[in-house]
């Protein structure tokens, strides 16, 4: 391997402990404590492991959590009556609802009808267009944590080609718009894009967001190119265990690229550690205090 490892384990373990450090100065300055909602609705045993690992690590920041687990048959109108609730309480700063929601509710009206201030997943439609056309947002959690590496890897990524390959509303998209807002030529490439392997080769920053296990190979990476795998994808070995791979062939991304991030331990422990700061930059917001340091985008 001739790449440098881009360590997301620890990148989100410097990011948490400056977000706990932010969250007692603001406890000291304020008297207010930042306070999370995440709510869950059903029993999908994987999201069940997401939300318990959301609340903790909110806990050890030394924030509030606030966890309603509903049941799979709670109807659009109880859910809806709850982010109500969640909206005008004053200890509640980020609003998360856990997605995928059961098949009967529409997620595009639960999430939009969170508080734009307290959206800290930035899904709803007011901080899409805030994103858009650069203007202060509530920034999705996993490219904003995607960002973060970027930056620390290059500094500057002014005048860089990126490819963004994937153009989810959670992932691609708002990773090219961010990627543009730091001047970056960007492309976004998807299922029906001609000759992937092309543009991925122009790549000087190439995100893979698609969800297709090791779908990248090294000779779709220019030399010295930085790799963002997001994909998580379950795979089982031929032995019947079952294995994470992200959206790139790890080992033989490893022997292009400049610098890569693994999967696990790459952009995942980043996307938690991003809620957590979107939260704090919610509450700070919300109370009219100056942005916290090196957490927003
Ligand atoms: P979606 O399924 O919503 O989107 C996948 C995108 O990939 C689509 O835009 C699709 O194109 C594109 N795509 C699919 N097949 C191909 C192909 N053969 N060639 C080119 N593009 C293709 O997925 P998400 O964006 O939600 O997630 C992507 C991956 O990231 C998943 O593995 C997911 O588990 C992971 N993920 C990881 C997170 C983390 O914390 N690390 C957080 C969120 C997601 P089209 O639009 O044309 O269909």
Sequence with gaps: MTATLMDGKAFAADLRANVARQVSALKTETGVTPGLAVVLVGE??????????????????????FEHALPETTSQDDLLALIDTLNADDQVHGILVQLPLPAHINADLVINAIAPDKDVDGFHVSNVGLLATGQKAMVPCTPLGCLMMLRAQHGSLSGLNAVVVGRSNIVGKPMAQLLLRDSCTVTIAHSRSRNIEALCRNADILI????????????????????????INRIETP????????????????????AITPVPGGVGPMTIACLLANTLTACCRSLGQPEPDGLTA
């Design 44 to 65: 999908d045993p994987a999201s069940q492991v997401y939300v318990r690992n959301k609340g903790r690590q909110t806990v050890d920041c030394g924030m509030a959590s």
């Design 208 to 231: 893979a967001a698609v969800g297709r296990p090791e779908m990248v190979t090294g000779d779709w990476i220019k030399p010295g190119a930085t790799v963002i795998d997001v994909g």
């Design 239 to 258: 032995d019947g265990k079952a294995r994470l791979v992200g959206d790139v062939a790890f080992d033989s991304a490893a022997q292009v690229a400049g």
